[in-house]
C-alpha cells in the first residue's frame, strides 16, 4: 500500500470515527501503531536510546493522538499530524531521559504550513458564493469561517453536536471551493 492509500485509509478511518463509529476508531489505532513504532525504534536508535524509550514514545503518541484526535483538521492530512505528534513525544522522552534531541529540518518539513496562494475575492463575490450553500451549512461558514465563533458555541446556537459542525463545515469549505473552481461568483 502507498503512503498517500495508507494515509487516506487513515483520514477516512478517523472522519468515521470523530462521527462516532468506535470499530473505524480501532482500525485507525491498529494501523497507525505500527507507523509510529517503526518512527520510534528508528529515531531512538539514531539517538541511542533504547528499546523500551522506543514503547515510551508509542504509547504516549497513541494517548496524544487519542487526546488531541478533535485538533485534526480534517481538510489537511493526516500523515503529517500523526508524525508531528509522534516526534514531539519523542522529544519529550528523550528530554526526560536527560538527552538532547534536535530534529533535523528535513523530518518536519511536510508538517510546516505553506503559505498559500493568495487570490483576491470581493465581498460581493463572497456574499454570491455563500447565498448558493444550503442555508445550515451559510449559517455554519458565516459563524465560524467570517464571525470567528468556535465550533462549541456554534454547536450550541445551532443545537447541533460538534461533531456535526465539523463535517458541515468541510463540506460547506468543499462546497465552496468546488463553486469558486467552477467559477459561480463570475455570474
Known sequence: MTKSAREAEWARWMRAA?????VAYRQFLTSVAPHVRAVARSRCRSFGASESDAEDVVQEALLAIHLKRGTWDETRPIGPWVSAIARNK??????????????PIDDVVETLAAEEPTTEISGRDIGKLLARLKTRQRE????????????????????????????ALHRALKALGALYRGGACEN
Open 90 to 103: 519523542l522529544i519529550d522522552v528523550l528530554r526526560r531521559r536527560g538527552r538532547h534531541a534536535s530534529v
Open 140 to 167: 455554519i461558514v458565516q459563524s465560524i469561517s467570517i464571525n470567528g465563533d468556535s465550533i462549541r458555541e456554534t454547536a450550541g446556537r445551532l443545537q447541533m453536536t460538534e461533531t456535526a459542525v465539523r463535517v
Open 18 to 22: 470523530m462521527g462516532g463509529d468506535a
